[in-house]
């Protein structure tokens, strides 16, 4: 069985293409600046054939035209006809109180994606584009699955979740905290227990997902019991271009003294705060790590404020869980920023935790592994997270249903 993973933006399309029986990864490729200029396709082939081509892509439909054609291809294809795919899993950032599990895709399933928008802006509706653009492209005979980054986090008790607002908005809005990244949380996690040797439902973990959009997540006995998003991606650590959390009072203040408008003060802390605010340089961490190699000021605050919200978090999360059995590092950052896994494990150091500088300074690029000394107090860990081969696993698990 080969299942096609999706991972839509409102402008992107990630793909690869995974053979499920040996769960190995045949062909990958992104489509950018989909509804731009310089539109442009990326493709890599398992055996090291890539091609990078500039083509129009005005849609996602065309975007799904190109990624079936470079799957195809005579020179850097990997199947001969599109029934060589079995079946479609996409990525869905906001699943809010309508799915906790993946779902096969449906009219209903579909509307309610699109009705879930505000919670996910930056996301669903890229997801609901692609899924329409998907099937113009492949047909009704390839069954598509939803794969839900909030389901992992529905577990989260009620303490955990609710805001203190009045409850009136819970019930008519479901206002509440959701979290995302949930597929990577779940994936690092059981991999992690895996490592240990030990059944996650007997392990305290916390899983840090450092990127250009970061999470932290506490998970006990296998099921998330807090985790730093919200009811949107926005809040939590600072990120990229995301502010993360910060007084409410900071959004009333600055939109009374510059007339903004609720989607103006939401471009502000999506699009324009964070990293990229703080620093005035970049949301690209490379950008920033060499702005501070260079002594600017701005970009050594921006560091230091990511590592001290990254560790508040760990710390907290450690109280909440009643202790910790491992600490897992992933994502952009996580897995290619030395600099801050030494950082913030720096601040752990009076709970006993303690990191191998060497290993951790070479463990970049795809190297993984364990990140603390045999004499610290708990193992950290180095985790390549797969979220492609876990919707590919969810996806396979609802088809082999029907």
């Given at each position: 069985m080969k299942i096609l993973v999706i991972n839509a933006g409102s402008s992107s399309l990630k793909y690869q293409l995974i053979d499920m029986e040996s769960e190995e990864m045949i062909a990958k490729g992104n489509c950018e600046r989909i509804g731009t200029e310089g539109s442009f396709i990326g493709h890599k082939t398992a055996d090291g054939r890539a091609f990078t081509k500039e083509m129009s892509m005005p849609d996602h439909a065309q975007a799904f035209l190109a990624v079936k054609d470079a799957l195809m291809s005579e020179e850097y294809g990997v199947i001969k006809n599109l029934d060589e795919v079995s079946a479609i899993g996409h990525r869905i950032v906001q699943g809010g109180a309508l799915f906790s599990d993946p779902e096969l895709i449906t009219d209903e399933v579909l509307k309610g994606i699109e009705s879930l928008i505000p919670l996910a802006p930056l996301h669903n509706k890229g997801h609901v584009q692609a899924i329409r653009g998907c099937k113009q492209v492949f047909g009704d005979q390839v069954p598509m699955v939803a794969v839900f980054d909030t389901a992992f986090h529905s577990t989260m008790p009620r303490k955990a979740y609710m805001y203190a607002v009045p409850y009136e908005y819970y019930e008519k809005y479901a206002v509440r905290r959701y979290g995302a990244h949930g597929t990577s949380h779940r994936y690092v996690s059981h991999e992690m227990a895996k490592i240990l040797g030990k059944d996650i439902k007997d392990l305290k973990l916390i899983t840090c997902h450092i990127g250009n959009g970061s999470s932290?997540?506490?998970?006990k006995n296998g099921k998330v019991i807090d985790t730093s998003m919200g009811l949107t991606p926005l809040d939590g650590i600072m990120m990229g271009t995301r502010s993360g959390c910060l007084d409410p009072s900071?959004?009333?203040?600055?939109?009374?003294?510059?007339?903004?408008?609720?989607?103006?003060?939401?471009e502000l802390l999506n699009k324009k705060s964070g990293m990229l605010g703080i620093s005035g340089i970049s949301s690209d961490d490379r950008d920033i790590?060499?702005?501070?190699?260079?002594?600017?000021?701005?970009?050594?605050?921006?560091?230091?404020m990511l590592y001290y919200q990254i560790a508040k978090y760990i710390g907290a999360y450690w109280v909440a869980l009643g202790g910790c059995d491992g600490i897992v590092f992933t994502a952009g950052l996580g897995e290619n920023q030395p600099r801050l896994r030494e950082k913030v494990c720096e601040y752990l150091d009076f709970l006993g935790v303690k990191i191998d500088k060497e290993f951790n300074d070479s463990a970049i690029h795809g190297r993984t592994g364990r990140l603390s000394t045999e004499d610290s107090s708990i193992p950290v860990e180095l985790i390549a997270t797969n979220e492609e081969l876990a919707i590919a696993r969810d996806t396979k698990n609802i088809v082999e249903k029907l």
């Open positions: 932290i997540t506490a998970i900071v959004v009333t203040f600055i939109a009374e003294k510059d007339n903004l408008t609720p989607a103006q003060m939401s790590s060499q702005a501070e190699a260079d002594g600017n000021e701005r970009a050594i605050l921006t560091h230091e």
